[in-house]
């Protein structure tokens, strides 16, 4: 089955960090553009950060300076750093790809405690 599966959530308080992992199954991540995604209880799905084919990164306004998307080819994963936790972070993370986009997967649950 072609899927893209999250991990690394957890609960953190504001200040800290965590890494989340998008591993790819049947699909390769070095072929394709990757999206992180979070929704927040009651909020839309947003753009966190993508990564490109080549490399090139975008970041969501409120990510940017303190989360970094990468890809890891040989692992077939994409992963987030996110640095600097603030509470307005917690949801729920997905990964996605974002030309011909997969059915979304559970995503990982991110709380940042105040």
């Known amino acids: 089955q072609v899927q893209l599966v999250e991990s690394g959530g957890g609960l953190v308080q504001a200040g800290g960090s965590l890494r989340l992992s998008c591993a790819a199954s049947?699909?390769?991540?070095?072929?394709?553009?990757i999206a992180w995604y979070r929704q927040a209880p009651g909020k839309q799905r947003e753009l966190v950060a993508r990564?490109?084919?080549?490399?090139?990164?975008l970041y969501g306004d409120s990510v940017k300076g303190r989360f970094t998307i990468s890809r890891d080819n040989g692992g077939n994963t994409v992963n987030l750093q996110m640095n600097k936790l603030q509470p307005e972070d917690t949801g729920v993370y997905y990964c996605?790809?974002?030309?011909?986009?997969?059915?979304w997967g559970q995503g990982t649950q991110v709380t940042v405690s105040s």
């Open positions: 049947r699909v390769t991540i070095s072929g394709n553009m």
């Open positions: 996605n790809r974002v030309i011909g986009p997969l059915a």
């Open positions: 990564i490109g084919v080549g490399g090139s990164t």
